[in-house]
């Protein structure tokens, strides 16, 4: 098969894939929920080749997301649900519902502000009509999409909830909640509590993001750069023991946290 610019080319190859009998096996075993993960991961590499500026890496990663959609729309198709064809329709009337002042028929105020106010309240707008279909109740954190990351979900409950007054009052209260989170994992340690263990963990995480909320940052961005400090410190140990003649599993853990150490001050010091 010759690689070609046309979009169904690429579907062609999903019903291939997915094909019984003649398909890939693994493509076959997949579903919705299988599917999503990698979804996720995929976004967050295009979020990382913007990051670092690689347009090469960004042309092949958003391949790699658009993949995602035609996997997903080929199962529903398979199930009847809607094809990618419905995808593509469904996205393109809601841009141009959401953008009154480019595709409407009287010109509009174009102001940024204003065109962020028409947004959010045709976004709404649209909210209520899809709450009203489901006739269920409508909480104040049904806004919030399941869909989104853990940490930036959590943030985002937090906003809703702070909205009505749920929320700490200072900082220092929620510094209080992560020590008595911390107790309790350590209890759960004590008693060799391992889901529960798993639970006040999610706990802790849970009032760290509202610590990152107060303190005005990102936890999802937070911890990116903690995971880049992270493997910049290691590849420091790396190098050194490599230097050494050391090999990286043969190296005691006080080897490597004084070199872990060494890099924090080199770190320091280029700052200084």
């Not at 990382?48 to 042309?59: S, W």
């Not at 940052?217 to 903690?226: G, M, N, Q, V």
């Not at 023991?241 to 070199?259: Q, V, Y």
């Amino acid at each position: 098969m010759t690689p070609s610019k046309d979009l169904r080319q690429l579907l062609d190859i999903m019903a291939r894939l997915r094909t019984p009998v003649t398909g890939c096996p693994w493509d076959l075993e997949q579903d919705f929920s299988t599917i999503a993960p990698y979804t996720i991961e995929e976004a967050f590499e295009v979020a990382d080749a913007i990051t670092r500026g690689d347009l090469d890496d960004l042309k092949d990663e958003l391949g790699d997301l658009l993949l995602q959609v035609v996997f997903h729309a080929r199962m529903a198709e398979e199930q009847g649900a809607f094809a990618f064809g419905d995808v593509v329709e469904a996205i393109s009337a809601k841009m141009i519902r959401r953008h009154p002042h480019v595709f409407g028929e009287a010109a509009t105020d174009t102001d940024a502000a204003a065109v962020t106010d028409t947004w959010a309240r045709i976004k709404a707008e649209e909210k209520a009509a899809r709450a009203a279909r489901r006739v269920i109740a409508v909480s104040l954190l049904d806004g919030v999409k399941a869909g989104l990351p853990a940490l930036t979900r959590a943030l985002e409950l937090q906003k809703k909830a702070s909205t009505v007054g749920f929320d700490w009052n200072d900082p220092r209260a929620v510094l209080a909640k992560i020590r008595e989170e911390a107790d309790e994992i350590e209890a759960a340690l004590d008693r060799g509590d391992r889901a529960e263990m798993a639970a006040e963990t999610g706990d802790l995480l849970f009032a760290l993001v509202n610590l990152a909320r107060h303190a005005g940052a990102d936890p999802e961005s937070a911890l990116r750069a903690t995971n880049v400090k992270f493997q910049r410190r290691f590849a420091h140990i790396e190098r050194t023991l490599a230097g050494r003649g050391i090999a990286l599993g043969e190296a005691s853990l006080a080897e490597m946290d004084a070199l872990w150490d060494e890099a924090k001050r080199l770190e320091r010091a280029d700052a200084d």
